[in-house]
């Protein structure tokens, strides 16, 4: 298992997001995963999934972040 955020972040992205934020530039890809690390972080139902399914938890909170970036 990697210890990269960045990586971390793409690997919980679903295929199309993974693609798209790829293809950014390492600090816009830094910046989406430190947000992404916040919402696991601060959000307690994420806390909860994540005692369920760690991958699960990762992934809604990497498609939270990706919602408000399009808002």
Do not use: C, K
């Not at 690997?11 to 947000?35: F, K």
């Amino acid at each position: 298992m990697t210890t990269d955020t960045v990586e971390r972040f793409l690997a919980a992205l679903d295929p199309e997001h993974r693609e798209a934020v790829g293809a950014r530039p390492r600090e816009e890809q830094e910046d989406l995963a430190a947000a992404w690390e916040r919402e696991l972080e601060t959000d307690d139902e994420l806390d909860t999934l994540d005692e369920l399914s760690p991958p699960a938890a990762e992934a809604e909170a990497a498609r939270r972040v990706m919602d408000r970036g399009n808002e």
